[in-house]
């Protein structure tokens, strides 16, 4: 028979927001570390008529319990911190949860939202035993901080009911668990309504009672259903279940405690979105190239802001560095409720080549360099150099992302040494073209010229311009141009 | 009494001005300029590491100046607000990898500043070319210290600025036009004393943006001619 694990987690939303505020509020205590003020009660209301879902400690003590209505609830205590249902966001947290556990678990199936079903059997021969597993999925899991209950069973279905109704069922001998199950009250089974309340009229209290009756007796009196469905708890038919794949891709959502106005206090949760993804690709032997960060605003549209990096790095602090310089030049339209992360470019890491007996100098790499001046000053404003093949000057240069393009010279020698001439007068270029062609104001000495470039008839970008290397009056060595209609231009700076 | 003063210095027991960057790193702390009468006035060249302050007009031979010792490097060479736009083509024709250039430009003088210091302690480049206005003083040593945290070195390439006192720099130079090239003027030496006045003769290099190369060799060809007396 194969053994499975069912954890039932039945306050994923509360935990959340419990996890949020204490590394809030380890941040602000001093080192003495005590915390004298009380948390104040808080309970997540969701379904039609708002009911009390999950509560903490401090409102169970208050006298409320699970589901008690919103208006009886607030009426307790003026303290209460209320926060709505949210199905989607407890869905997504047990998929993180469920990856992070594939990490020691193979097979997981996802019961959303509240549940993770383990197949324990196909484990066991990595594990020494049972007991070892469990311990070592316990203390993985508590990393986490989320409160669970759990249970082993033979059919998917017992361990799930035994999950949800005792706390920790560690056992695992058949005896004890069929006892267990036979203990549960008929109303924990997941029968429609109509059909729990025809086998109470039967005069069936627990499950144990149910199951003293053959299943043949059973078909003839109720209807199939219910069959099938004692003989999926009793493990007599396969219970199908898929199992979890884990996604190919990092993506994160993260509700706020508290609606932040200044973007500096973003630092703390983005910093633990960034952790998270430093672990996920730490574990995939990948790296980010490009994140995408996503800052959901009050009342406005959310915000997209794209990170890059040249050079893939899985490390937090080194994209908390470029959120950072991104941010800095961000202007919010409201307070940002929620951040979203999403790895949008993953790469293979690179093996870099260090020269090995090089001083160590600087902690960065050229696209390491880049990726921040990028951040902070836009990428507009970092640019590479390219030679492109064109004869008129001002297409000759192109703009391309740094460090792409490899720019050999085209001589291989350096400068050249013997003076050139007259023939050779065409290699003369300024290094400083100016970024729009300038009509020429001051007189001129022309020191050499003409040098005619006639050419792009065939693109609309049509030049006939006569060039002369020339002095000015300060000294300055320029470039400038005659063209067709005898009008002088500057278009360049010997530098 | 020069006997002593000999026994002593053999003994290491007498520190010299002239030896502050080290006896030792002497070599290894300057890169040649390319220009050999540039280098014999500097006593060996530009510093690796350290901030350059050159007072220039534009367009007067100020980057044909650096231009040589910039393309010995194998790192980046970070060009910040320059003046107008680099012109690759012409930076390939002289022989320079374009591929190892970044030109920066950014927003505003302290945006400079900033990715200035950036490039500097970032270890990724070798040298950071800054145009730039007045400075003052933190600012400069800012830029030093980060100069020697990446080991890099820093080109100030501006107007002379009167009023603005002595900056913490490794070296000061004052460029000027000249018939022959450029006419430099130490002003501020690290470890040597400034020198007067020398003229920098660029002819071997670029002999075409000489003047003298234009006043001596009178044999303009005859189109030339015929262009610049107009047609």
């Known amino acids: 028979?194969?053994?499975?694990?069912?954890?039932?987690?039945?306050?994923?939303?509360?935990?959340?927001?419990?996890?949020?505020?204490?590394?809030?509020?380890?941040?602000?205590?001093?080192?003495?570390?005590?915390?004298?003020?009380?948390?104040?009660?808080?309970?997540?209301?969701?379904?039609?008529?708002?009911?009390?879902?999950?509560?903490?400690?401090?409102?169970?003590?208050?006298?409320?319990?699970?589901?008690?209505?919103?208006?009886?609830?607030?009426?307790?205590?003026?303290?209460?911190?209320?926060?709505?249902?949210?199905?989607?966001?407890?869905?997504?947290?047990?998929?993180?949860?469920?990856?992070?556990?594939?990490?020691?678990?193979?097979?997981?199936?996802?019961?959303?939202?509240?549940?993770?079903?383990?197949?324990?059997?196909?484990?066991?021969?990595?594990?020494?035993?049972?007991?070892?597993?469990?311990?070592?999925?316990?203390?993985?899991?508590?990393?986490?901080?989320?409160?669970?209950?759990?249970?082993?069973?033979?059919?998917?279905?017992?361990?799930?009911?035994?999950?949800?109704?005792?706390?920790?069922?560690?056992?695992?001998?058949?005896?004890?668990?069929?006892?267990?199950l036979h203990g549960l009250p008929l109303v924990a089974l997941s029968l429609p309504a109509k059909q729990l309340e025809r086998l109470q009229r039967v005069g069936f209290k627990t499950v144990g009672e149910l199951f003293a009756l053959p299943l043949v007796e059973l078909g003839k009196r109720f209807d199939c259903e219910l069959v099938q469905y004692v003989s999926r708890l009793r493990g007599k038919v396969p219970h199908p279940v898929t199992f979890y794949q884990p996604e190919p891709e990092f993506e994160r959502y993260l509700p706020l405690l508290y609606d932040i106005e200044n973007l500096d206090w973003l630092?703390?949760?983005?910093?633990?979105?960034?952790?998270?993804?430093?672990?996920?690709?730490?574990?995939?032997?990948?790296?980010?190239?490009?994140?995408?960060?996503?800052?959901?605003?009050?009342?406005?549209?959310?915000?997209?802001?794209?990170v890059g990096r040249a050079e893939g790095t899985d490390r937090a602090d080194l994209w908390l560095n470029l959120c950072d310089l991104k941010l800095s030049s961000v202007t919010l339209n409201g307070p940002v409720q929620a951040i979203g992360l999403k790895v949008a470019q993953m790469c293979q890491p690179d093996e870099l080549m260090h020269d090995l007996f090089a001083e160590q100098r600087g902690t960065m790499t050229p696209a390491g360099l880049v990726a921040v001046l990028q951040a902070k000053l836009g990428e507009r404003a970092v640019q590479g150099l390219t030679a492109c093949d064109d004869l008129r000057p001002e297409l000759a240069t192109g703009y391309c992302t740094p460090l792409s393009m490899p720019g050999t010279p085209l001589s291989g020698t350096s400068l050249p040494n013997a003076p050139s001439l007259y023939p050779e007068m065409g290699y003369l270029r300024p290094a400083f073209l100016l970024p729009s062609i300038e009509p020429l104001q001051h007189k001129i000495n022309v020191h050499l010229g003409p040098e005619r470039i006639c050419t792009g008839w065939w693109d609309a970008h049509e030049v006939e311009r006569d060039y002369f290397v020339a002095q000015d009056a300060q000294g300055r060595w320029l470039w400038v141009f005659r063209d067709r209609q005898q009008r002088w231009f500057c278009h360049g700076v010997f530098s | 009494m020069s006997n002593l003063i000999e026994r002593l210095q053999r003994?290491?027991?007498?520190?010299?001005?002239?030896?502050?960057?080290?006896?030792?790193?002497?070599?290894?702390?300057?890169?040649?300029?390319?220009?050999?009468?540039?280098?014999?006035?500097?006593?060996?060249?530009?510093?690796?590491?350290?901030?350059?302050?050159?007072?220039?007009?534009?367009?007067?031979?100020?980057?044909?100046?650096?231009?040589?010792?910039?393309?010995?490097?194998?790192?980046?060479?970070?060009?910040?607000?320059?003046?107008?736009?680099?012109?690759?083509?012409?930076?390939?024709?002289?022989?320079?990898?374009?591929?190892?250039?970044?030109?920066?430009?950014?927003?505003?003088?302290?945006?400079?500043?900033?990715?200035?210091?950036?490039?500097?302690?970032?270890?990724?480049?070798?040298?950071?070319?800054?145009?730039?206005?007045?400075?003052?003083?933190?600012?400069?040593?800012?830029?030093?210290?980060?100069?020697?945290?990446?080991?890099?070195?820093?080109?100030?390439?501006?107007?002379e600025h009167y009023g603005e006192g002595t900056l913490p720099v490794s070296l000061s130079l004052g460029l000027n036009p000249h018939t022959k090239g450029l006419s430099i003027t130490v002003k501020k030496r690290k470890g040597g004393w400034a020198q007067s006045q020398f003229a920098l003769d660029m002819s071997l290099l670029w002999p075409e943006l000489t003047e003298q190369f234009h006043t001596q060799s009178k044999e303009v060809p005859d189109v030339a001619q015929q262009y610049s007396t107009g047609r």
């Open chain 1, 267 to 306: 630092n703390k949760p983005l910093l633990k979105l960034l952790v998270q993804q430093e672990q996920f690709l730490r574990l995939r032997n990948r790296h980010a190239r490009q994140l995408i960060l996503t800052l959901y605003q009050r009342d406005a549209e959310p915000l997209q802001l794209e």
């Open chain 1, 1 to 180: 028979m194969t053994l499975w694990l069912y954890l039932h987690f039945p306050a994923i939303q509360l935990d959340k927001l419990k996890i949020a505020e204490q590394t809030q509020k380890s941040d602000e205590t001093e080192p003495d570390g005590i915390t004298t003020e009380l948390s104040r009660p808080c309970i997540i209301v969701g379904g039609r008529d708002n009911r009390v879902m999950q509560l903490d400690q401090a409102a169970a003590q208050l006298g409320i319990s699970t589901g008690m209505g919103l208006a009886a609830a607030a009426a307790r205590s003026r303290e209460l911190v209320v926060h709505p249902y949210d199905e989607a966001d407890e869905s997504r947290t047990i998929r993180e949860i469920a990856q992070w556990l594939y990490l020691i678990t193979a097979d997981i199936a996802l019961f959303a939202p509240q549940g993770l079903l383990l197949k324990v059997s196909g484990m066991l021969a990595m594990y020494r035993d049972l007991s070892h597993y469990l311990s070592t999925l316990r203390s993985h899991l508590d990393t986490q901080s989320f409160t669970y209950r759990f249970a082993f069973g033979y059919s998917p279905e017992a361990a799930r009911l035994l999950a949800k109704q005792h706390g920790a069922l560690a056992h695992q001998n058949p005896e004890a668990l069929e006892k267990a």
């Open chain 2, 11 to 159: 003994q290491d027991l007498v520190w010299q001005g002239s030896g502050l960057i080290g006896r030792q790193q002497h070599s290894k702390a300057l890169t040649t300029t390319g220009y050999t009468e540039l280098d014999k006035h500097l006593q060996g060249g530009f510093p690796k590491v350290g901030v350059v302050d050159l007072h220039t007009e534009l367009g007067i031979g100020e980057l044909r100046l650096l231009l040589p010792s910039l393309m010995q490097q194998s790192g980046l060479t970070a060009i910040i607000n320059p003046p107008a736009r680099l012109n690759a083509d012409a930076l390939q024709r002289i022989g320079m990898d374009t591929g190892k250039l970044l030109e920066i430009t950014p927003g505003c003088p302290q945006e400079a500043l900033w990715a200035a210091e950036q490039c500097l302690k970032s270890g990724a480049c070798n040298s950071v070319l800054v145009w730039h206005g007045a400075l003052q003083v933190y600012q400069v040593k800012r830029l030093q210290l980060a100069a020697q945290t990446g080991e890099a070195c820093l080109y100030l390439l501006r107007r």
